[in-house]
């Protein structure tokens, strides 16, 4: 006997009680990037200040900023493990 697909039941009533259709794996991205812009923000704020550092041992990298070289490696990293 072929089994049922019953996962579309608990979503229909999650949706019902929260009052609007959420994307699960939408949920999923904005609860990932929120944690990582919170909760983890000064190992972010390590992070970026070290590739600082690096970029700056290059002539190449020297004219990036703090702030763009932490936006690149958040949206990186998220991009990555929303991706795969």
């Known amino acids: 006997m072929p089994r049922q697909n019953n996962s579309s039941q608990p979503t229909a009533i999650y949706n019902r009680f929260v009052g ?15 944690v990582m812009t919170t909760a983890l923000a000064a190992e ?3 992070l970026a200040n070290r590739l600082s550092q690096i970029a700056e041992a290059q002539p190449k990298t020297r004219d990036y900023t703090l702030n763009a070289l932490r ?6 990293h998220l991009l990555k493990h929303y991706c795969y």
């Open 20 to 34: 609007w259709n959420i994307d699960f794996e939408e949920l999923v991205y904005q609860a990932k990037k929120l």
């Open 44 to 46: 972010w704020n390590v």
């Open 71 to 76: 936006d690149a490696f958040l949206l990186t």
